[in-house]
């Protein structure tokens, strides 16, 4: 007995167990970004292109998916090495595996979700260790085009 005879009489059972675990993972993906969405500060009214909460910092940030390739000594990229978490025309708070210290400058490209990449000059304020990562919030030194404020 093959292994095609053996699991023939079974086949519509693994069919539909397949078919209802793809839709609770789709219903737990859409669920996540939901979540994510909600999780905006009180106040956030992106119909408009402007925060109407009161921030304490110089210019408000926005929740913002995407990857920074960091530059290398030698001038070469090291793509994805960080997660983007938020993103302002002054800063950025980003999750990464690399190693950084308060202080450090650094060149990379940011590639935010569904935007076009930017190079930028930035300096690391604060850490803050996350599990097996490293959060950071960065200051850039070169400040983004007006384009990332009115793009929200």
């Not at 009489?9 to 539909?16: D, E, G, K, M």
């Not at 996540?32 to 292109?49: Q, Y």
Request: glycine letters at 8%.
């Amino acid at each position: 007995m093959d292994f095609a005879e053996l699991i023939f009489p079974y086949l519509s059972a693994i069919q539909t167990t397949l078919y209802v675990v793809s839709t609770l993972l789709l219903l737990g993906a859409f669920t996540m970004l939901g979540m994510r969405v909600n999780a905006l500060p009180e106040g956030t009214d992106f119909s408009h292109k402007h925060v109407t909460w009161k921030e304490k910092r110089q210019v408000p940030r926005f929740v913002s998916d995407g990857a920074i390739d960091f530059e290398e000594p030698n001038g070469g990229m090291l793509p994805g090495a960080a997660a983007l978490i938020n993103l302002s025309s002054m800063g950025a708070s980003f999750l990464t595996r690399r190693s950084l210290k308060i202080g450090q400058s650094f060149v990379a490209l940011l590639r935010p979700a569904h935007r076009s990449p930017m190079r930028v000059i930035g300096q690391v304020i604060w850490l803050k260790p996350k599990a097996n990562l490293l959060q950071c919030g960065v200051k850039f030194k070169t400040i983004l085009p007006d384009v990332i404020k009115n793009a929200f």
